[in-house]
């Protein structure tokens, strides 16, 4: 790896947090940072599903703190090729189906037509999936006779910022059945109900490990209140990658990669392969959640895709209920190497530099038909380290 950056100037970096504009196990924004503050973790993604809404609040809470902000964004979209071929890209259990950030979005947000709409499109198709698992998750309850149903409404109003995920409901649910039962054996009885009679595994003051167990067995595949996906509710890849394109981003691929048990998907167990298909579709920037991933494996995937030109980024997600540090690891708590947390700085000083050249209306990373200037790279990382460097020096002083 050619040094472009003095090792004593990284800073640690999570470039993919999810926040309650989409679901989050943070209460909000200002939780997100002040956590990050703490842990002295400078460089921050907000990386919400379909929206840019918290983009506002994200870059006013970063300079309360002197934080570098990242505007991303992320998608769930359709490889028709893929599908029709039976291969698991980063979903492994939907072929085809293909989970897309986009990095470094333009600030102030702005997304021109056709492209807004097909956004909004995506996002009204998304809230009415999971309106209508509220509605079987009623059903249910009625059968049983919980004496209680859940409000959708009351549910997008009081839990979201306008985004419903199935999260959502699980969270509601568990809420409700805590409201309605007070003793720990009425709870477990009850949820026990629900599941069919499986019971339930975790300790009931872990309302987070409780509320992936109701989503787990109501609200996935097989549950009782499961209701499959309408093909409207996924965009073409070509689609979504046009969409982050135009709203000043670098489409981002977010890699899986091993799982515990050191199983890859089809399209991610052959890296070469992997490769240069992101390329050939467009895409020059890849992502990785580190807690999912070995450490050998990370250093062995990123490592290769920093050297063949990519921009590589990693991030924490927190899109569960279960709150971690924002400060990165990977699997089983593993420290990140020195090598893992220069190439994840390298890559948010390219994202800082072409969101700042986009937001001065100039050409980014990327060109106007979305090629990355891979041979100038090592100038992105320049340009953006000088930005994150000035905005930690104000920090200092």
Known sequence: MKKTVNQTDI???????HTPYSFSAFSSIGQALDMAEKEEVKIVGINDFYTTDGYDEWAMECAKRQLVPLFNIEFISLQQDDQKAGIRVNDPQN???TYLSGKGLRYPA???????????????????????MCEKLNQLLSTNEAGFTLDFSEITKSLTKGIVRERHLAKA??????????????????LTGLFGGKTVQSTITDHAAVENEIRANLLKS???????EDPKAFLPMETVRQII????????YPFLADDAKGGFTDFEKDKEK??????????FSVEFITTRNSLEVLEEYAGYFHDQGFVVTFGSEHNTPAMEPITLFARNNVPLSDRLKEINYLGACVIVAHQQLEKQVLQGYLDKNGVADISHRDEYIHLGDKIIKSVLKNDAT
Not at 173 to 190: C, G, P, S, W
Not at 222 to 228: N, P
């Open 110 to 132: 702005q997304l021109e037509q056709p492209y807004l709409s097909q956004l909004e499109t995506v996002r009204e198709e998304s809230n009415r999936h999971v309106a209508r």
């Open 274 to 283: 992997a490769a240069d298909i992101l390329k050939q579709r467009g895409i």
């Open 173 to 190: 649910l568990r809420m409700m059945v805590y409201e309605q039962f007070h003793t720990e054996k009425a709870i477990n009885d009850f």
């Open 95 to 97: 072929p085809g189906r």
């Open 222 to 228: 097989g549950g009782a209140a499961f209701v499959s």
């Open 245 to 252: 394109l135009h709203s000043g981003g670098l489409p981002t």
């Open 11 to 17: 800073v640690k970096v999570n470039a993919h947090l």
